[in-house]
């Protein structure tokens, strides 16, 4: 099934930008294109709860706390998922991993530290 692998994590200052990629890596095209794809984070001592999610007919499912600011994307050509993160907050602060989800089986990568400071 292969692998997810993240990039893009760092540290910026509130209001900055950051822009986190996972790609497929060894995952065939048939099975990644039919693939649910999601962004979840984890801040210290939180439970993991979801950011973004894309589903392969490009539906997508925002939490609340990051609508307006946070933008999520799919290249089933690459077979990579986008996270494009704007006017960046200290709360945003987290572990974020990408998933990706068939038929009931959910594969994560190893995660991506984004720490929002001054």
């Known amino acids: 099934q292969g692998r997810l692998v993240e990039s893009g994590g760092g540290l910026v200052q509130p209001g900055g930008s950051l822009r986190l990629s996972c790609a497929a890596r060894?995952?065939?095209?048939?099975?990644?294109?039919?693939?649910?794809l999601g962004w979840y984070r984890q801040a210290p001592g939180l439970q993991r709860e979801l950011v973004a999610s894309?589903?392969?007919?490009?539906?997508?499912e925002y939490a609340d706390s990051v609508k307006g600011r946070f933008t999520i994307s799919r290249d089933n050509a690459r077979k990579t998922v986008t996270l494009q993160m704007n006017s960046l907050k200290p709360e945003d602060t987290a572990v974020y991993y990408c998933?990706?989800?068939?038929?009931?089986?959910?594969?994560w990568g190893q995660g991506t530290q984004v720490t929002v400071s001054s």
């Open positions: 060894g995952t065939i095209t048939s099975v990644f294109n039919p693939s649910h």
């Open positions: 894309i589903s392969n007919a490009g539906s997508i």
């Open positions: 998933s990706r989800s068939l038929n009931h089986q959910v594969y």
